[in-house]
């Protein structure tokens, strides 16, 4: 028998808008360093491969190139700030909650795959959302591997029970598309998110520009 199909989604500028917490928490660990910090519209271009590759590309904007040793204490400054301060003022994007209730109303496992650490991503969801809304919340350190990888996808798959043949995954930047076409995923794209490539151009299988277009239907026309 088949395992429950599955919709596996990225968190930050996918299904929840964090670019602001994420951005105070880096310009705190910027700012006690010493280093310039960022601006809101700088945003896209430091935010999807967690944080410390957003680290290193705010000090590449500044033309700075850190050695790992040097991250890493901005690194601990950021993940202290931004767990302090959970959820901040993130929240879900426009009609999520709807979508998300359709789904599973529908049979459908949901789950989160997410270049965040897993202990700051567990604690955000469940402070926006109820308790166990997700099957799975898999971030960066979760397994060995991180998106653009598969296997964090795939692995993510399976820890919620899942079915890989039955999966559809929703994303927002190259690393959420590039992970699903190489695990041979369809994956929908939503085209508000945190990405300084627009995600047209990285062909994914469809695009949304809110969560009301993402129903039930729509995703088993792209499994079928």
Aim: glycine fraction near 6%.
């Amino acid at each position: 028998m088949n395992k429950q199909p599955i919709v596996v989604f990225d968190l930050d500028g996918t299904l929840v808008e964090t670019g602001y917490d994420m951005l105070a928490s880096l310009n705190h660990a910027l700012a006690a360093k010493g280093f310039k910090t960022m601006q809101t519209a700088d945003l896209h271009r430091l935010v999807g491969q967690g944080g410390r590759v957003t680290i290193e590309r705010a000090l590449k904007l500044q033309n700075l190139t850190p050695t790992a040793a040097e991250i890493e204490p901005l690194f601990d400054l950021y993940i202290r700030h931004y767990a302090e301060n959970i959820p901040g003022t993130s929240r879900y994007f426009d009609h999520v909650e709807p979508a998300l209730d359709t789904l599973q109303q529908a049979g459908f496992l949901l789950a989160v795959c997410t270049n965040k650490q897993e202990e700051l991503a567990k604690p955000l969801l469940k402070a926006i959302d109820r308790a166990g809304r997700y099957a799975a919340i898999c971030g960066c350190d979760t397994f060995p591997w991180r998106k653009p990888d598969p296997r964090h996808i795939l692995e993510t798959i399976a820890t919620a029970g899942g079915d890989a043949t039955r999966a559809v995954m929703v994303g927002d930047s190259a690393a959420d598309i590039h992970a699903a076409k190489a695990a041979n995923i369809p994956v929908i794209a939503v085209d508000f998110g945190y990405t300084d490539i627009p995600v047209r151009e990285l062909d994914p299988t469809a695009i949304i520009s809110s969560y009301s277009e993402l129903t039930p239907q729509m995703i088993e026309g792209l499994l079928a």
